[in-house]
């Protein structure tokens, strides 16, 4: 019995720290997608963002991205996982799942929070009004303005969200420690694969990694508030 108790204060201790670490990242996030929106559209950014791009191409040839060709195809695969299709699919498949397990809450938090994600980046893309880099072939399919990346910003919105819910309904430090490793690693990834295509600037795919690491924190906290409240189900770790 004592041992259960100091479990169960343990995990309280743990929640509140996530909850100050989660309001941590999200003021960080926006305050520095504030200074590299700021940067860029005075076009500060501009030397910077050109060194990388070029530095990404055969210097004889800008159409050409450095690397073997089985590169861009596999960078061409990534970038799709960022993609409103696959997002879409995703997200639509979790909160089936959820809904299925009797946590409907859960769920009707992760779609608002991808949905919200969307329309606050398109909105975002519409006032900054960025156009997209035209110093190398574009090796990726891509219409709308460029910044911030939607693409970096969504993915961190989709799969940091999915992570932080797959790693509170595990005990083990170990598992949660690599399920969120993958998620920040599968988000990184797919922000650089839009730089190698030549699709975004980089400090579009930084300024997107930053808001979109703000929007999750601030949905986890929202459902962490929701949840001290009985308004959201608990993590499997923590009932009973």
Do not use: C
């Amino acid at each position: 019995m004592p041992r259960l108790i100091v479990q169960k204060l343990m995990r309280a201790a743990l929640t509140e720290i996530g909850a100050v670490v989660a309001v941590g990242v999200a003021a960080l996030g926006v305050l520095l997608f504030a200074l590299i929106a700021d940067e860029a559209m005075e076009g500060d950014t501009h030397a910077f963002d050109k060194a990388i791009l070029l530095a990404l191409r055969e210097p004889a040839e800008t159409s050409n991205p450095i690397g073997p060709s089985w590169l861009e195809y596999a960078f061409a695969d990534v970038t799709a996982l960022g993609g409103y299709t696959v997002l879409t699919l995703l997200v639509a498949g979790v909160a089936i799942y959820l809904v299925s397990v009797d946590k409907r809450a859960t769920a009707l938090l992760i779609v608002g929070a991808v949905v919200s994600g969307t329309v606050a980046s398109a909105l975002l893309k519409l006032g900054f009004d960025r156009p997209r880099p035209d110093l190398v072939a574009q090796l990726a399919h891509a219409q709308s303005s460029s910044f911030p990346s939607g693409h970096a910003m969504l993915s961190a919105v989709a799969y940091l969200t999915l992570g932080v819910l797959l790693a509170r309904a595990h005990a083990r430090k170990r598992t949660k420690v690599f399920v969120m490793s993958f998620a920040i690693g599968l988000t990184l990834l797919i922000g650089a694969s839009r730089v190698y295509l030549g699709v975004h600037w980089p400090t579009d795919v930084l300024a997107g990694w930053a808001l979109g690491a703000a929007w999750a924190a601030l949905w986890w906290l929202l459902a962490w508030w929701l949840q001290r409240r009985g308004g959201i189900e608990a993590p499997r770790e923590a009932e009973g």
